[in-house]
Structures are given as structure tokens and as C-alpha cells.
């Protein structure tokens, strides 16, 4: 739970918006308590018929506002409305505010008092109802902030530690957090806040209104119905684990029951039949014993609960009636009945909170999850003291790099060591698609070098800036993605400082202004999930153009996976040819004609480099490319 109070600690209960709904929820159980103390007036109304007849003078002036001369013998009181509870209550803390209300209201001084306390306790009803529903609405509102502070603070970690996700695996974890756990928090905190806000002040309220009836009898009642109450809430919680463990049973009978039919061509072909049946029959009836068996847990434990209900009810029931039949003056019909009505409303949020904490656990796991996530460290920091770092013009250079998969262990970079030679066309290719991933993902510093280090022109790029170093340094996915939003947002990717015209020229360059021009809007067209979806072939080339609008000196080209077809091959080989002059480019590549075409293919094999070398050249010299390469483009057809 510990990361479930992290997200709203019980102190913010009473602080903000959460205090007025605390405040809201109290007034709620003040008026239910209202409402129920109106019901005692009208029960008692009922049955008193308005009469009470008083045959001494002290009892008579014990009656707030009522007077009586010396020769006064008998005060009979006939359809007087509420003068029989303003008399059985003289005892009672709040007789003086019934017996003010009563002298200075005539309506209640006659039996159509009955009337406006019915529409009295309408109106409280309403106000009620408008008190619960705004707080509700508060409660909404403050789970939604706290929620929307968690989603922000998930998708600013998602920046940091994403990219630096080789594998893509996390992806499904990040919107699991993103979209179930957050929401499960969310249901699990407006559960917890309504339940903290409201159920203590509530049995608060309830509980003094109970004691304030007959503290002697309330004492008495609430002994046997909190003993009752605790021992039925213990054996629905011992019911429960012993349910789940025999159904848990059943689940495992029943799987063994499944299985029996994945066998039958090994039980045909040895003659297994009737020690298969035998088995199977064992197994059908242990599932019907262990069912049975939750059959009989719930038909004893209802048994239980209900003679202890019907114990506490019967000791409750003699305490009430005994009290009401020997002393009417002390605990009246409608009193009692009343004690009842508040014992049975007393019930809910005690139970809402005896609950609470069960009915948090799967809201304080998906809590866990995301603040796990949360507070992990990303691999990639900036340091103090960066600095600005000037566009590669010399070299590349990979130093003693080291670099292991933090998910598996496994080495991808072993003392890897190389040199790209800026303004030349590079393919990088590896036995392993991670070794190769890694080593572009070090460019942009997605990931850092765990050992060694990645030289810019001789500068180490841990001394630059992430903005600089990212503004030269560009990697376009094979599957570059496309978000929401217009082609032009898309291309400029939400920068305000490149102009129509500028993103026009990038698009012409990779041929996608040829696609975009038949898109309904042209540029204006909204892609997404809720406009044009487009091809991998139109998204690779919109990627290509994002990449060139900002006039990268690295542009690393991590080809699409998928087939395509003879003219998309054309447009993206064209869109090479007019994209690598003056540029240091380095491609991932998935066809054999980019592989051809770079002036350096580095083979990375185990982590360590396997050759550096031109095409025609490393065919030649090197039977293991040779190999990757025959496996990879001579399939069988």
C-alpha cells in the first residue's frame, strides 16, 4: 500500500478540494441523522395519535414554555402533534431545541405535523442528495488530477528510458501502465477517498444519534451486534479462502480433464483405452467432489451467518422489547424502532471500510507497477557541464565501446572498436539484429557505452549536450512512426520555424510530396488513427523527409522489414541518391542493393568487429559474410 499512499497520502485528505468533500460527506451523515430523527417524531406521532395526558404539575412545567396554576390536577393533550416526543424526550441533550421548535411552530402543535415532517424530510432527502453528488463530483476531480500528474510523469519517464528500448518489448508494458493500471488507480483512489471521507464521520454521527436514545440500552445492543457483526465478517473471509481453494482444485481437475483429450492418438495407438477411461473417470469424479465441496462451504458458512445473525437478533430484539414494554418512559415504540433503522444503516460503511483495504489491493499493485517505473534511473543523462557540440565533419569513432542487454545479460558490444570516415555511406550489419541496433542507438545516445566511449570529431559525445548532439545526429526507423496530426505537424514534428515551402523541398526530396499531393487535403490531410492511415513504404519516405528537413550531419537509415514493391524500391533508392551528398550516412540495411551501394560495410559478429571493408572486397575475403549473406538474400523460392 505503500505506493498507493504515495499517490495521495492520507494528510491530503484534509487539504484542498479533499477537505471540502470531507466537509461535504459530513454534512450528508448530518443530515441522514436529521432524517432519522424526523422518522423517530413521525413513528412516535403514529402511534402516540398526538395524545398525552400528564397528572402532575411538574411534569407539566418540565415542558419548555408551558405553565400551570396551584389547582391544576390533569393535563390531557389530545392531537397535540408532536407533544408526546417533546415530553418522552425531557431527559434527552436535545429536548430544548424539540421543545423550542415545538412552542414557537404551530404546525407541529397539532397531528398535520405529520405532514410537514414527511415534506421536511423530502426537502433534507434533497439537499442531501445534492451534498452527496457534489462531492462526488470533487472526488472525481481529485482523482482525476492525481491520475493526470501520474500520466505525466509516466510519459516523461517513457521519454527518457524509451528510446533506449532495443527490443521494442517494453511497449505493451508502457501502455499497460499507461492505459489499465493508471485507470485502476483511479478507480481504486475515488473508492478510497469517497470511503475515508465519508463512512468515518458517518458511523460517527450514527453512533452518537444510537447512544443519545438510551445510552444504557444503546451499550447494552451494541455489544451482541458488533460481536455478530465481527464474526460474520471472519467467516465470510474464512468462506472466501476456502472457496478459492477449492475452486482452485476444480480448475486444476478440470485441466487435467482437458488434456485427457490432446492424448488420444498415443492412447489408440498403445491400447491406453481403459486405463485412460479409468483415469478420466477418476479425475471427473474428484472435479465433482471438489465442486460439491464449494456447494457445501457456502451452504455451511450461510448457516453460520445466519444462526449468528438470528442469535444477535433475537438478544436485541428481548433487550428493545423488554426495555419498551417496562418502561415506555425510558425507551418508547417509536425510539426503538429507530434504533433499529440506525444499527441497519450503521452496517454499510462499516463494512465499506472493514472492506477497504481488500478492495485497494488491485489499485495498490498497478500503483507499485508505475511508480517502479516511475523512479527507475535512465541509462542516458546529460552532464553538467555540457557542451554544445559542432556537426561531425572529420570522423566516428567507436572506442573500446562495451555494451550488454540490460533485460538478458547478453553481451551485443565486446571491445568493439571502429571508425566511420565523415561524408561516406556506411551499412552496418551484424549476425545478431541487436548488436547492430545498439551500435545505432549509441549515435543519438539512446543508450550509453557501458565501457568505452563514442568520439565525434574526437570529442567524447558524454561532454555534449543531448540537444546537439540529436539535432546532428537523426535515426529514421524502418517502421517510423506517423502520430495524429497533419503531414505538415508530421514532417515538422510541431516546430513552428520551418515554413511550407521548406517542408515541400523535404518532401519532394524522399518522393513523398508525390503521395501526399493525392491525399484528400494534401498537406493539411490529418494522419492517425482517426484520418489517412498510410502504407510502410509512405511512411518510411515521411520519415525520410522529417529527417532531411532538419539537414542532419548523420542520418541513420534503418530500412523497412517488409516486402516492397518494384516502384517503392525505386522512389527510396532515388530518394538515397539525393539525400547522401555531404552527409555521413548509416545504414541498417534489409535489401542486398543498399548493402551494395555504401562506400564501408562494418560486419558485426559476437559484439566484436568482424571486417571493415567495401562490398567487393569483403565478399571475397570473408566466407562467415559470405554465409549471412547467402542465408539472408538466396532463399529457397
Known amino acids: 500500500m505503500k505506493a498507493f499512499n504515495r499517490a495521495f497520502p492520507l494528510r491530503d485528505l484534509y487539504r484542498g478540494q479533499s477537505l471540502v468533500t470531507v466537509i461535504l460527506y459530513a454534512l450528508t451523515s448530518l443530515l441522514l441523522t436529521v432524517q432519522l430523527f424526523i422518522l423517530f417524531m413521525v413513528i412516535d406521532l403514529l402511534y402516540s395519535g398526538g395524545n398525552l395526558t400528564l397528572t402532575t404539575m411538574e411534569e407539566v412545567v418540565r415542558i419548555q414554555g408551558m405553565t400551570a396554576d396551584e389547582d391544576f390536577a390533569t393535563a390531557i393533550f389530545e392531537e397535540a402533534g408532536i407533544i408526546h416526543t417533546v415530553w418522552w424526550s425531557r431527559d434527552h441533550f436535545w429536548n430544548g431545541l424539540i421543545s423550542y421548535l415545538y412552542v414557537h411552530f404551530p404546525v407541529l402543535q397539532s397531528n398535520q405535523a405529520i405532514f410537514y415532517l414527511i415534506i421536511l424530510a423530502v426537502f433534507i432527502g434533497f439537499i442531501q442528495s445534492l451534498c452527496y453528488s457534489q462531492a462526488r463530483r470533487l472526488t472525481t476531480s481529485t482523482t482525476l488530477n492525481i491520475t493526470a500528474r501520474l500520466r505525466q510523469s509516466l510519459h516523461y519517464q517513457a521519454l527518457k528510458l524509451r528510446p533506449g528500448n532495443l527490443t521494442d518489448s517494453e511497449d505493451i508494458n508502457i501502455l499497460n501502465l499507461f492505459l489499465k493500471d493508471i485507470e485502476q488507480v483511479r478507480i481504486g483512489l475515488y473508492s478510497w477517498i469517497e470511503r475515508m471521507a465519508r463512512d468515518p464521520i458517518r458511523i460517527f454521527f450514527l453512533v452518537t444519534f444510537i447512544f443519545s436514545i438510551n445510552p444504557r440500552t444503546a451499550f447494552q445492543c451494541m455489544i451482541p451486534i458488533g460481536a455478530c457483526w465481527y464474526l460474520v465478517q471472519k467467516e465470510l473471509v474464512r468462506y472466501r479462502r476456502a472457496r478459492n481453494l477449492e475452486l482452485d482444485h476444480s480448475r486444476l481437475e478440470l485441466k487435467f480433464l482437458s488434456e485427457s483429450f490432446l492424448k488420444t492418438r498415443i492412447v489408440r495407438g498403445f491400447n491406453m483405452e481403459s486405463i485412460e477411461h479409468q483415469n478420466f473417470r477418476s479425475h471427473l469424479q474428484r472435479y465433482r467432489n471438489n465442486i460439491m465441496a464449494v456447494s457445501s462451504t457456502e451452504r455451511i458458512s450461510r448457516w453460520i451467518n445466519r444462526a449468528l445473525i438470528t442469535v444477535c437478533s433475537a438478544i436485541v430484539l428481548y433487550l428493545l422489547g423488554s426495555k419498551i414494554l417496562t418502561n415506555p418512559s ?308
Open 330 to 637: 425510558e425507551l418508547s415504540l417509536a425510539s426503538g424502532i429507530t434504533f433499529v433503522i440506525s444499527v441497519i444503516c450503521l452496517h454499510l460503511p462499516m463494512e465499506s471500510l472493514w472492506k477497504l483495504k481488500e478492495d485497494q489491493k488491485d489499485a495498490a499493485m498497478a500503483a507499485d507497477r508505475i511508480y517502479r517505473y516511475i523512479d527507475r534511473m535512465p541509462e542516458v543523462t546529460q552532464a553538467l557541464n555540457a557542451k554544445f557540440m559542432q556537426p561531425v565533419s572529420k570522423s566516428v569513432r567507436f572506442h573500446s565501446v562495451d555494451y550488454k542487454d540490460p533485460i538478458t545479460g547478453n553481451i551485443l558490444l565486446n571491445k568493439f572498436d571502429v571508425k566511420i570516415e565523415a561524408g561516406k555511406v556506411t551499412s552496418v550489419i551484424s549476425m545478431n539484429p541487436l548488436e547492430s541496433r545498439a551500435f545505432a542507438y549509441m549515435l543519438p545516445r539512446f543508450i550509453e557505452p557501458q565501457n568505452g566511449k563514442i568520439l565525434f570529431d574526437g570529442e567524447d559525445t558524454l561532454t555534449g549536450t543531448l540537444e546537439s548532439i540529436r539535432a546532428e545526429t537523426i535515426f529514421v526507423g524502418g517502421k517510423s512512426p506517423y502520430f495524429t496530426g497533419t503531414v505538415t505537424e508530421n514532417i515538422a514534428c510541431g516546430n513552428n520555424k520551418f515554413a511550407l515551402p521548406e517542408i515541400t523541398e523535404a518532401a519532394k526530396r524522399t518522393h513523398a510530396h508525390s503521395f501526399i499531393l493525392k491525399l484528400p487535403q494534401g498537406y493539411e490531410t490529418v494522419l492517425g488513427e482517426h484520418g489517412e492511415l498510410l502504407d510502410e513504404s509512405q511512411s518510411f519516405r515521411l520519415g525520410l523527409a522529417r529527417a532531411i528537413l532538419r539537414n542532419p550531419a548523420i542520418l541513420l537509415i534503418e530500412e523497412p522489414r517488409t516486402k516492397l514493391d518494384h516502384d517503392a524500391k525505386s522512389l527510396i533508392d532515388d530518394a538515397y541518391n539525393r539525400i547522401s551528398p555531404n552527409r555521413t550516412i548509416i545504414f541498417f540495411p534489409t535489401r542486398l542493393s543498399t548493402l551494395r551501394r555504401a562506400d564501408q560495410i562494418i560486419f558485426i559478429r559476437n559484439g566484436t568487429l568482424e571486417a571493415c571493408e567495401p562490398y567487393d572486397k569483403l565478399v571475397k575475403t570473408s566466407p562467415v559474410y559470405r554465409h549471412w549473406e547467402y542465408s539472408r538474400y538466396n532463399q529457397f523460392r
